[in-house]
């Protein structure tokens, strides 16, 4: 996640997205527009339902620190982010001739608003084209991702940021709000959900191989060398720090550790977050997760690692959407309110989706599909089929779609008896590291069972990247305390055991090879 902020608002107004940059920039995209609206024979669903956000959501690991969500009176009441034509970023020596002058000629465009503005909308494949619009538009710019750090070589060669074979870097992109002004805009969906394949071509809805975290630490350290506060500065991003991931019920709180820790130490710590991770809000400034790849989630029975939010279709993945743009910071968590660390005016500097965008969205996303795998199911892959059913690893990851969908305890949770009629559970726990089911804002005391669909082309496992492949992942070592992460080894650490899910770990080396060769192929 990382800082956003518009023009004309002060710096308390920054906030960032839910997939990251500095874990995720406390975005304020919004949705909903209080009415249905037909679509065909069926309604769009009202996203800010009081009833069913409240089914939505499986209660946190303290009960009593489970979030209470703005009614749906002031959610209507908050504006539409209307949504803005948007230009490619070149990287340095593909930008063609003449473009940033040719981008200040260009009239603003608005594409979708509540004013009038809108795509095509009369049949399904209109309305997932209009969700593309939607899961590429930005929220807007943010101090640490500046134009001019972007059109220069070094910011490239610092943050390895990726680019399509056309030049492109997809994860930013200009606007244009008024004519003259060139914005630099970060943190839509396709921030942290658009993969840049090794062919150069893009994959949307994937995991993010972009560094994000590591761009943002750059912006940041040249935000605070043209600070003239530099006092007020640290402050600043303390507050944005402890807003997005405090979580005072836990003691010791994490985040008081920022209180020691000067701006380059900040910076320290999102540089070492791996591509492929994000510091998303509700975890800790000490605890990435996972980017998780968005394709197939149609399928997926509860979203976020700790399977925070019930899935049930389309209405669900609508109040997902406007939950983790932006929403949860202005929830109390037992009297906790995120947002009023920064003391943020939310009604005056807080935006929304309409109904209409997210519901395009969620149909977008719900059509997207992965890309042709590479990886044949040979005689390898094959022998790899029989030790993935001999060692009973169906139990959890059962085909098609290779999840359960249930939820397993992390370790040192007991689960409340009610919770065995409402949640889908499997009581085995895998014994992976608990601190984030039960030390953060997003803590429900599990962890969702995983689809291992599409672990070719995605890495970093489990949930807070520790390993970056499955060939780390299935290394025996990683349980002993002087392995060397190769994911996210955490701020100043070198060595560390990486525990649980030791179910393969012991497989002979040809049998282990043949279980990856399937996985590959899945």
């Known amino acids: 996640m990382s800082l956003q902020e518009s023009e004309g608002v002060d710096m308390m107004a920054m906030r960032l997205h839910a997939a990251s940059v500095v874990s995720a920039l406390l975005a304020t995209l919004g949705l909903g527009a209080g009415a249905q609206r037909p679509h065909g024979t069926a309604a769009i669903p009202r996203t800010w339902d009081e009833g069913e956000v409240e089914r939505h959501q499986v209660p946190l690991a303290d009960f009593a620190a489970s979030p209470k969500h703005v009614t749906a009176d002031y959610y209507y009441r908050l504006p539409v982010r209307p949504i803005y034509k948007s230009y490619p970023v070149y990287a340095p020596g593909r930008e063609p001739p003449g473009y940033m002058e040719w981008l200040e000629e260009q009239e603003p465009v608005v594409l979708w608003d509540d004013q009038g503005h809108a795509p095509p909308l009369q049949t399904e494949a209109d309305w997932i084209r209009a969700g593309e619009i939607v899961f590429d538009a930005a929220p807007g710019p943010n101090r640490f991702f500046r134009i001019e750090d972007v059109r220069t070589s070094v910011w490239y060669e610092k943050t390895g940021a990726r680019v399509t074979k056309g030049g492109v870097l997809p994860s930013l992109q200009y606007v244009v709000k008024a004519k003259g002004v060139v914005e630099l805009d970060v943190l839509g969906c396709g921030t942290c959900h658009t993969r840049v394949m090794p062919d150069g071509s893009v994959l949307k809805g994937a995991q993010s191989n972009q560094a994000l975290q590591r761009q943002a630490a750059y912006g940041m350290r040249a935000a605070l060398a043209a600070s003239h506060d530099t006092a007020q500065f640290l402050t600043q991003i303390r507050g944005l720090f402890k807003s997005l991931h405090s979580a005072p019920w836990v003691r010791p709180d994490p985040e008081t550790r920022l209180d020691t820790m000067s701006v380059a130490e900040i910076a320290d ?178 962890y969702k069972v995983p689809s291992l669909k599409g672990v070719w082309y995605r890495g970093m496992f489990p949930h807070d990247g520790s390993c970056a492949t499955l060939e780390d992942w299935f290394d025996l070592a990683r349980l002993l305390d002087d392995y060397v992460p190769t994911g996210f080894k955490g701020y100043g650490i070198e060595r560390r055991a990486v525990p649980g899910h030791e179910f393969g770990l012991r497989l002979s080396p040809e049998d282990k090879r043949a279980l990856i060769a399937f996985l590959k192929t899945l």
């Open 269 to 446: 710590v999102l540089d070492a977050v791996p591509p492929g991770a994000s510091l998303r809000q509700g975890t800790n400034t000490f605890l990435p997760m996972q980017i998780p790849d968005l394709i197939g989630v149609k399928d997926r029975r509860y979203l976020d690692h700790t399977g925070l939010e019930r899935h049930g279709g389309v209405g669900d993945f609508m109040r997902y959407a406007a939950i983790n743009q932006g929403l949860d910071v202005l929830a109390s968590y037992g009297g906790f309110v995120p947002a009023e660390v920064l003391q943020q005016p939310a009604s005056r500097t807080r935006f929304r989706y309409s109904d209409e965008q997210l519901y395009a969205l969620a149909l977008y996303v719900y059509s997207l599909h992965p890309p042709p795998n590479p990886n044949t199911f040979d005689a390898l892959a094959e022998r790899g089929q029989k030790v993935f059913e001999r060692e009973g690893c169906a139990m959890c990851h059962t085909p098609p779609l290779y999840t359960n969908n249930t939820l397993t305890p992390a370790e040192g949770f007991h689960i409340p008896p009610a919770h065995l009629k409402l949640y889908d559970i499997l009581r085995v726990s895998v014994r992976t590291d608990s601190t984030l089911a039960l030390r953060t804002r997003r803590g429900t005391g599990y």
